[in-house]
């Protein structure tokens, strides 16, 4: 069978015509010596590279030039000890994403960690296990555990959304607008996806700012992940049992009552999978467009109201350097060869996105307004939120230059540090200054971003007054009639802000 990728998805793509082959590298390519399968001679054998430490957050793509000389697939390190492939070849990574019969999602099959030779703490091990959510089952369970989460996200209103987002941003600026500078990722890009989540899930706004922490740890997959991983499990029940007392308009009630009964323990991790898919990733989004518009002279003119778009620049990252830059893992259902590399089954296979969206098959240029990127994967399992996603980058970034329009990096983009890690692309900080500017009244409170469309989704079966950190917040005895709830959110609001400026 003749492998034919999707042509439309890619700018100048040249595919190969064997199956299962993937890119083959160009005349006097250090690699093209090795392609055995096409009359050369052997390949040599590829050692292992490490995707963590300094040397690879400094510079990732490095590291994967040095693993094209083996071809499109070749063997990495994520952690200490544990081997797996990485694919960085576009045309490849269409194959392998796309093949459910070959390659399976569930790593219940993992053979080194049912072999013994992954220690149950191992730094990677919360990314990679089994959990019972979309993102780990395969064929009808995948089917329905993922439908649970499309239906409630469907359900939420874009512009609303929107809205939210730009009043949400207004009350971290005026956090930091009187200072003349801030780290825009502790003290911005953090932080919106908290306010967002805190609202769409229900969560109690002061828990927040350690929820996000505590994913940004798990991501990192460093020596306390296992305890992270512990933390979020913790937090997510005492949410769950929450809201099973008091359902309201939030994504947790919606799926508590969606048709495909979830377990307590599905739902849990259903929840935990929309966290991490919208928090960590979310923050470097953003984080690491604003580092591109204000350190890339073909945004110069951005601030000022310049030819290239926000839009543009979000697609420029989830092309050169997508939030989520390694992940993907498939798992061989047999023994098998793959690109010329013979795979055991049960062996993991990861993707890497920033190495196939720049591969040198890939023509240059061409870019602006193409989104054939691989950032949001392909296949059964592409990322469900990837419109939210978007409104919440672009609004963050665009409320924050409006506001702020002469605002530049604090230090030489050279000199930005990347937290270490196998899975993101992730800074450490992004110090920018600007002018002093009196802070504002504080912002309107966010309207509520998950009211329900009529007939989009199964509304909850009953609805009793909300808990605090829902959409919706009780009246207080002391509010004037028709504007107690606004104003007891109002109130709320206005204790966060306080609580993120640390009074």
Not at 86 to 105: G, N, P, Q
Not at 175 to 194: H, K, Q, S, V
Not at 201 to 209: K, S, V
Not at 308 to 337: K, M, S
Request: with cysteine.
């Amino acid at each position: 069978m003749t492998y034919r990728p999707d042509t439309t998805a890619a700018v100048g793509y040249r595919p190969d015509t064997e199956a299962g082959v993937g890119v083959v590298p160009p005349p006097g390519c250090p690699a093209h010596a090795g392609q055995a399968r096409f009359g050369g001679p052997a390949r040599p054998a590829a050692q292992s590279l490490p995707l963590y430490g300094p040397e690879f957050a400094a510079d990732p793509h490095l590291f994967y030039e040095r693993l094209r000389q083996y071809g499109p697939i070749a063997p990495v390190e994520l952690s200490p000890g544990v081997e797996a492939y990485l694919i960085t070849s576009y045309s490849l990574a269409l194959e392998v994403l796309r093949d459910t019969e070959r390659f399976a999602k569930d790593p219940r099959g993992w053979r080194a960690l049912n072999e013994g030779r992954i220690p149950p703490d191992c730094p990677v091990g919360p990314m990679m296990m089994y959990r019972p959510n979309a993102l780990f089952n395969d064929g009808e369970a995948h089917a329905r555990l993922r439908g649970a989460i499309t239906d409630s996200l469907t359900r939420l209103d874009p512009y609303a959304l929107s809205e939210y987002v730009e009043r949400s941003a207004d009350t971290l600026i005026n956090a930091f607008a009187d200072r003349g500078e801030a780290d825009l990722l502790a003290d911005y890009a953090a932080a919106i996806p908290l306010l967002v989540f805190n609202e769409l899930f229900g969560y109690p706004a002061e828990h927040g700012l350690r929820l996000v922490g505590t994913m940004a740890r798990l991501f990192d997959s460093g020596e306390d992940a296992a305890e992270a991983n512990q933390e979020l499990l913790d937090y997510m029940a005492g949410l769950i049992a929450a809201k099973r007392r008091r359902p309201a308009a939030d994504i947790t009630s919606w799926m508590l009552v969606h048709p495909s009964q979830l377990a307590d323990d599905e739902l849990l991790q259903q929840l935990m999978l929309i966290l991490a898919a919208g928090t960590e990733p979310q923050l470097n989004l953003i984080a690491n467009a604003l580092r591109l518009l204000l350190s890339d002279d073909r945004f110069a003119g951005e601030l000022s109201g310049g030819s290239l778009p926000v839009q543009d620049a979000i697609d420029e990252v989830l092309w050169t350097d997508p939030p989520l830059a390694n992940f993907g893992t498939r798992f061989a259902r047999q023994d098998l060869d793959l690109a010329g590399v013979r795979i055991r089954q049960g062996e993991p296979i990861l993707t890497s996105y920033a190495a196939a969206n720049n591969d040198p098959e890939l023509t240059s240029g061409g870019r602006l307004g193409n989104r054939a990127h691989l950032a949001w994967s392909i296949g059964a399992h592409r990322c469900p939120a990837e419109s939210p996603a978007r409104v919440i980058a672009s609004v963050a970034i665009e409320k924050l230059l409006d506001r702020l329009p002469d605002i530049e990096l604090a230090v030489p983009v050279d000199q930005l540090a990347w937290r270490t890690g196998p899975f993101h692309r992730a800074l450490v900080a992004l110090p920018v200054r600007f002018p002093v500017t009196a802070r504002p009244t504080a912002a309107a409170v966010p309207a509520a971003v998950s009211a329900p469309s009529a007939g989009s989704a199964p509304a909850p079966a009953a609805a009793p007054a909300e808990p605090h950190g829902s959409p919706r917040t009780a009246p207080a005895e002391s509010d004037p009639p028709g504007q107690s709830a606004r104003a007891a959110q109002r109130r709320r609001w206005g204790s966060l802000a306080a609580w993120w400026r640390g009074q």
